[in-house]
């Protein structure tokens, strides 16, 4: 075995890069200079408490990485960055910025100066915090605005951070990777007199922000106390917690934009999460009365959230079909977080005093009962409000259903609500996000266990050696299997060719926690959803064959529907499978730390029982290649389609290198691990094989593995293992996208056996348009075809170190598409004879003898390794490589 003599040291790096992954949980602290006294722009002190509006003690806001100020039509200004750069500290000065950002990333109500707070950005390559001097310490609002704009050296896209205060956590590990809807952040947190707002970019990666909001919280909005659901207790100390604003809607009514709001918040239409529409009603009210002696001022919320409600309708009610009903409101939340809800009233409706009595439920608990606003509020059209916290324990299926009904009792069955702001409470590690607290350390279940593997080296490097002794014995037992043994992507395939309605729900699967489940070790940022095995054997109809799309070498793959609806992917490890325990918890913790948009997403997992299972995204339209040859009745996709999931598969791969925690190199790229959703974006898959890159070496020496056809010659010769062999098997995707062929076809003649030689003496001949798809050929405008071949052929370059990044590749696809979209908006698309000539070919048109093939005969090593692996039967379509 070829590989064998290098095992000790293999063992070594991999246990060293094991423990660089836990020294990276427990980040380190970073306690950066705060620029004391930095001068406040826009303050000036309130001269006092009117009603209707509200001077903050201390607001600052930026506009980050603009060199101008930005004046909003509410009256705001907000300051260019650089200007106060006295409070901003960062390594280097980097700025972005566009001319305008799509307006589909708006809704339609956001008001046009808004929108250019996006414009700019500034990026923080390192550590980076902005330092603020608050004169009057207590509950300020933070306010984040982010959105990925476009800059030369950084893909905002990729960029993966953390947002954090001195004692808060806000955002962890958090990224903005669809360019398509603008992020805003909102959050009451307490300040202190010398307050920080600090951006952690992940390793290799960068952090970035369009605009920031600090600005004071008048004290009466937010109390210390709320009551509990369901009705019952009082509980105190909310002003320990931080809270971040998740939903904040004006029953009945518009959106209020910053404007008409003297708290500059926005409040959104209820419509969206009205669960019974037909059975509501808006009403309006003329006037609000807030009463000082109540504890209300206009500053809660505006006269618009009062005036406005939604009511019972009167039809509805009338008509004896539904004589009794609810109002009832959903949202989706995490369901890890506790919530502080806020309820809005006015009655608005009532003709005199003592006519109206309904119920407030939460999540179908009774948070009040037959509440009597004329009692509470004590006049009519006056406003009144009350605040619930929703334990997280209450939260299942991570929504948060909102309900109000009438009494039994009641005379007219009637009940309304005029407002309602949902807050996530930060949790026992401080944070909004996640269960890691400012200074790095994870809070969450199993945190001690954690600790004691962080402090024993040694225990992790027997893991390592234990993990690798698996692989490797494996790997000799079993070599005739190889072909066999399907990958991870295997499992994802739709075998009945059905259509799956999965939406995108991977942000609300993440951070799911079945509450009745006693289990514990469930959290968003920890090892993903746990699955109980009588939710899964539900979703499988208790494991039934019908439902098996895959079979691997651990065990079979099921598809799967969750109670809601989503389908699964389902990887069940067999009871006696090879697969150690290790491995298992090994690959969990792999998968978990990858979440992106081009990554088909890890959901889950289950151990109940000693069972083995692993749940992911299922992906409805299958591996790529089958969109491109070999499967019949699949309609052709266009260049377009084509250009758009190459440049999906190239985020991915982008993120992968660069983007997670430590680059990880994929180590088999290849058409069918590319896997496409419902709507054809790419999703890479397979992690199987993926190793972490050593961070010193640049490399990691291994056995070689991977697809032939696509694996990187330079790679074979050194066994040792870089991105740059990503990026060579890639390059093969690339040709094999445009040529719509296998990689390897052993039966044809000699020379066109492997697709990469193949397509490279076509580029060399300056004749690419010559072995393109025939189905899309007069397609593909000039400059298009152009740039994308030779993003392929610098891709297949003979040495790594001549290989474009995956990020200047991706830079050439978006390029590529570009071209062709401009192309095809200006001119029916051109017939062949327009299709460019390539100016290449300095080479003779010969092709080379394959250096990969000739290192094989050479060294028996290298051939003994590779040749375990080769899923063809003879030596001579070997050497196609
Ligand atoms: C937050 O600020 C309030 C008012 O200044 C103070 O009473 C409270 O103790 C603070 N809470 C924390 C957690 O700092
Ligand atoms: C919002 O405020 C502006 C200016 O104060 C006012 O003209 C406008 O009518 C208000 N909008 C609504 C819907 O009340
Ligand atoms: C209203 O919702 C609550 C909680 O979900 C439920 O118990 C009650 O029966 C509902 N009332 C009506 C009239 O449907
Ligand atoms: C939720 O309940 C748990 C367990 O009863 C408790 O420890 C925690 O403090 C509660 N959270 C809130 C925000 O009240
Ligand atoms: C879970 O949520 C989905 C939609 O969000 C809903 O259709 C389903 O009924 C919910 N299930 C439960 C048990 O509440």
Same mark, same amino acid.
């Given at each position: 075995?070829?590989?064998?003599?290098?095992?000790?040291?293999?063992?070594? *790096?991999?246990?060293?890069?094991?423990?660089?992954?836990?020294?990276?949980?427990?980040?380190?602290?970073?306690?950066?200079?705060?620029?004391?006294?930095?001068?406040?722009?826009?303050?000036?002190?309130?001269?006092?408490?009117?009603?209707?509006?509200?001077?903050?003690?201390?607001?600052?806001?930026?506009?980050?990485?603009?060199?101008?100020?930005?004046?909003?039509?509410?009256?705001?200004?907000?300051?260019?960055?650089?200007?106060?750069?006295?409070?901003?500290?960062?390594?280097?000065?980097?700025?972005?910025?566009?001319?305008?950002?799509?307006?589909?990333?708006?809704?339609?109500?956001?008001?046009?100066?808004?929108?250019?707070?996006?414009?700019?950005?500034?990026?923080?390559?390192?550590?980076?915090?902005?330092?603020?001097?608050?004169?009057?310490?207590?509950?300020?609002?933070?306010?984040?605005?982010?959105?990925?704009?476009?800059?030369?050296?950084?893909?905002?896209?990729?960029?993966?951070?953390?947002?954090?205060?001195?004692?808060?956590?806000?955002?962890?590990?958090?990224?903005?990777?669809?360019?398509?809807?603008?992020?805003?952040? +909102?959050?009451?947190?307490?300040?202190?007199?010398?307050?920080?707002?600090?951006?952690?970019?992940?390793?290799?990666?960068?952090?970035?922000?369009?605009?920031?909001?600090?600005?004071?919280?008048?004290?009466?909005?937010?109390?210390?106390?709320?009551?509990?659901?369901?009705?019952?207790?009082?509980?105190?100390?909310?002003?320990?917690?931080?809270?971040?604003?998740?939903?904040?809607?004006?029953?009945?009514?518009?959106?209020?934009?910053?404007?008409?709001?003297?708290?500059?918040?926005?409040?959104?239409?209820?419509?969206? $999460?009205?669960?019974?529409?037909?059975?509501?009603?808006?009403?309006?009210?003329?006037? !609000?009365?807030?009463?000082?002696?109540?504890?209300?001022?206009?500053?809660?919320?505006?006269?618009?959230?009062?005036?406005?409600?939604?009511?019972?309708?009167?039809?509805?009610?009338?008509?004896?079909?539904?004589?009794?009903?609810?109002?009832?409101?959903?949202?989706?939340?995490?369901?890890?977080?506790?919530?502080?809800?806020?309820?809005?009233?006015?009655?608005?409706?009532?003709?005199?005093?003592? +006519?109206? *009595?309904?119920?407030?439920?939460?999540?179908?608990?009774?948070?009040?009962?037959?509440?009597?606003?004329?009692?509470?509020?004590?006049?009519?059209?006056?406003?009144?409000?009350?605040?619930?916290?929703?334990?997280?324990?209450?939260?299942?299926?991570?929504?948060?259903?909102?309900?109000?009904?009438?009494?039994?009792?009641?005379?007219?069955?009637?009940?309304?609500?005029?407002?309602?702001?949902?807050?996530?409470?930060?949790?026992?590690?401080?944070?909004?996000?996640?269960?890691?607290?400012?200074?790095?350390?994870?809070?969450?279940?199993?945190?001690?266990?954690?600790?004691?593997?962080?402090?024993?080296?040694?225990?992790?490097?027997?893991?390592?050696?234990?993990?690798?002794?698996?692989?490797?014995?494996?790997?000799?037992?079993?070599?005739?299997?190889?072909?066999?043994?399907?990958?991870?992507?295997?499992?994802?395939?739709?075998?009945?060719?059905?259509?799956?309605?999965?939406?995108?729900?991977?942000?609300?699967?993440?951070?799911?926690?079945?509450?009745?489940?006693?289990?514990?070790?469930? $959290?968003?940022?920890?090892?993903?959803?746990?699955?109980?095995?009588? +939710?899964?054997?539900?979703?499988?109809?208790?494991?039934?064959?019908?439902?098996?799309?895959?079979?691997?070498?651990?065990?079979?793959?099921?598809?799967?529907?969750?109670?809601?609806?989503?389908?699964?992917?389902?990887?069940?490890?067999?009871?006696?499978?090879?697969?150690?325990?290790?491995?298992?918890?090994?690959?969990?913790?792999?998968?978990?730390?990858?979440?992106?948009?081009?990554?088909?997403?890890?959901?889950?997992?289950?151990?109940?029982?000693? +069972?083995?299972?692993?749940?992911?995204?299922?992906?409805?339209?299958?591996?790529?290649?089958?969109?491109?040859?070999?499967?019949?009745?699949?309609?052709?996709?266009?260049?377009?389609?084509?250009?758009?999931?190459?440049?999906?598969?190239?985020?991915?791969?982008?993120?992968?290198?660069?983007?997670?925690?430590?680059?990880?190199?994929?180590?088999?790229?290849?058409?069918?691990?590319?896997?496409?959703?419902?709507?054809?974006?790419?999703?890479?898959?397979?992690?199987?094989?993926?190793?972490?890159?050593?961070?010193?070496?640049?490399?990691?020496?291994?056995?070689?593995?991977?697809?032939?056809?696509?694996?990187?010659?330079?790679?074979?010769?050194?066994?040792?293992?870089?991105?740059?062999?990503?990026?060579?098997?890639?390059?093969?995707?690339?040709?094999?996208?445009?040529?719509?062929?296998?990689?390897?076809?052993?039966?044809?003649?000699?020379?066109?056996?492997?697709?990469?030689?193949?397509?490279?003496?076509?580029?060399?001949?300056?004749?690419?348009?010559?072995?393109?798809?025939?189905?899309?050929?007069?397609?593909?405008?000039?400059?298009?075809?152009?740039?994308?071949?030779?993003?392929?052929?610098?891709?297949?370059?003979?040495?790594?170190?001549?290989?474009?990044?995956?990020?200047? !590749?991706?830079?050439?696809?978006? *390029?590529?598409?570009?071209?062709?979209?401009?192309?095809?908006?200006?001119?029916?698309?051109?017939?062949?004879?327009?299709?460019?000539?390539?100016?290449?070919?300095?080479?003779?048109?010969?092709?080379?003898?394959?250096?990969?093939?000739?290192?094989?005969?050479?060294?028996?090593?290298?051939?003994?390794? !590779?040749?375990?692996?080769?899923?063809?039967?003879?030596?001579?379509?070997?050497?196609?490589?």
């Amino acid at each position: 075995m070829g590989g064998d003599h290098h095992r000790p040291t293999r063992a070594l *790096y991999v246990s060293s890069l094991l423990f660089c992954l836990v020294l990276l949980n427990l980040k380190r602290s970073i306690v950066l200079a705060n620029n004391e006294g930095a001068d406040s722009p826009a303050v000036s002190p309130a001269p006092s408490s009117s009603p209707t509006s509200f001077k903050p003690s201390d607001s600052y806001l930026l506009n980050c990485g603009s060199k101008s100020e930005m004046k909003m039509d509410d009256g705001r200004t907000f300051k260019s960055d650089t200007e106060t750069s006295s409070y901003l500290s960062t390594s280097e000065d980097v700025q972005a910025s566009v001319a305008s950002i799509p307006e589909s990333a708006f809704s339609n109500s956001t008001p046009s100066t808004l929108k250019d707070l996006y414009t700019s950005a500034r990026i923080f390559p390192s550590d980076s915090t902005y330092s603020f001097f608050i004169s009057k310490p207590g509950k300020h609002w933070i306010r984040l605005y982010f959105y990925p704009i476009t800059h030369q050296k950084y893909d905002l896209k990729t960029a993966v951070f953390t947002v954090q205060t001195d004692k808060f956590v806000l955002l962890h590990d958090f990224s903005v990777d669809d360019e398509s809807k603008v992020v805003f952040k +909102e959050y009451p947190v307490n300040a202190t007199q010398h307050f920080s707002l600090i951006f952690k970019p992940q390793k290799d990666s960068c952090a970035f922000v369009n605009a920031i909001e600090i600005a004071e919280i008048p004290d009466e909005l937010l109390s210390d106390s709320a009551s509990s659901v369901p009705q019952g207790n009082t509980l105190n100390g909310l002003s320990n917690y931080a809270l971040e604003v998740s939903y904040r809607l004006n029953m009945g009514g518009p959106t209020i934009t910053p404007r008409n709001d003297t708290l500059s918040r926005t409040w959104a239409p209820d419509t969206p $999460y009205n669960l019974f529409p037909e059975g509501t009603e808006a009403a309006k009210g003329t006037t !609000v009365k807030y009463r000082p002696d109540h504890g209300m001022t206009r500053l809660v919320a505006p006269d618009m959230v009062y005036l406005t409600a939604d009511r019972m309708a009167s039809k509805a009610y009338q008509q004896t079909i539904a004589p009794n009903f609810n109002l009832s409101w959903a949202m989706n939340v995490d369901g890890t977080f506790s919530y502080l809800i806020r309820m809005h009233f006015c009655d608005v409706v009532s003709k005199t005093l003592n +006519e109206l *009595y309904f119920n407030v439920y939460i999540n179908s608990l009774m948070a009040l009962s037959n509440l009597d606003l004329s009692e509470k509020a004590g006049e009519l059209n006056t406003a009144y409000y009350t605040d619930f916290v929703l334990n997280a324990s209450l939260i299942t299926n991570d929504s948060i259903t909102v309900q109000v009904g009438p009494t039994t009792n009641a005379g007219l069955p009637n009940a309304i609500l005029n407002g309602l702001e949902v807050m996530k409470m930060s949790n026992l590690a401080d944070s909004l996000d996640g269960l890691y607290a400012v200074d790095g350390s994870y809070k969450g279940p199993g945190a001690s266990k954690l600790k004691i593997v962080a402090i024993s080296g040694l225990a992790l490097a027997f893991v390592a050696m234990l993990f690798l002794g698996v692989v490797c014995v494996r790997w000799k037992k079993r070599p005739q299997d190889w072909q066999k043994k399907k990958s991870f992507s295997s499992w994802l395939l739709p075998i009945h060719g059905s259509k799956s309605n999965f939406s995108s729900r991977k942000s609300s699967l993440f951070g799911s926690r079945k509450s009745k489940s006693g289990y514990s070790s469930v $959290y968003s940022n920890g090892l993903g959803r746990f699955f109980n095995l009588s +939710e899964l054997q539900n979703a499988t109809q208790n494991f039934d064959e019908k439902t098996v799309i895959g079979v691997g070498g651990f065990g079979k793959v099921f598809i799967g529907t969750l109670d809601d609806g989503t389908k699964v992917a389902i990887k069940r490890g067999n009871h006696g499978s090879e697969q150690g325990v290790n491995e298992f918890e090994t690959e969990i913790q792999m998968l978990s730390k990858l979440r992106h948009r081009h990554l088909v997403s890890f959901i889950g997992f289950c151990d109940e029982d000693s +069972e083995m299972i692993l749940v992911y995204e299922y992906m409805a339209n299958g591996p790529f290649r089958d969109h491109l040859y070999g499967s019949a009745n699949k309609p052709t996709l266009t260049w377009q389609q084509r250009l758009e999931i190459c440049i999906g598969a190239a985020r991915g791969l982008h993120y992968l290198h660069t983007g997670a925690a430590q680059g990880i190199i994929h180590r088999d790229v290849k058409t069918t691990n590319i896997l496409l959703d419902e709507n054809f974006v790419a999703k890479v898959s397979d992690f199987g094989l993926s190793k972490a890159a050593a961070m010193d070496q640049g490399h990691v020496s291994t056995a070689v593995k991977g697809s032939f056809g696509y694996l990187d010659p330079e790679y074979f010769r050194r066994q040792q293992l870089t991105e740059k062999s990503d990026v060579y098997s890639f390059g093969v995707v690339l040709f094999e996208v445009l040529c719509a062929r296998a990689v390897i076809c052993p039966g044809l003649p000699r020379d066109q056996v492997s697709l990469a030689d193949w397509a490279m003496q076509w580029h060399k001949k300056g004749m690419i348009e010559k072995i393109v798809d025939p189905k899309i050929a007069g397609t593909i405008c000039e400059g298009s075809l152009k740039k994308f071949a030779e993003a392929a052929e610098k891709c297949l370059a003979e040495y790594g170190v001549d290989r474009p990044s995956m990020g200047d !590749v991706l830079w050439n696809l978006e *390029y590529s598409l570009q071209l062709q979209v401009a192309s095809s908006q200006t001119d029916r698309p051109e017939d062949k004879s327009n299709i460019m000539v390539l100016e290449k070919g300095s080479e003779s048109g010969e092709a080379k003898s394959n250096p990969a093939v000739a290192v094989a005969a050479e060294s028996d090593d290298s051939n003994v390794t !590779v040749g375990s692996q080769v899923p063809f039967p003879n030596a001579a379509s070997i050497s196609g490589r």
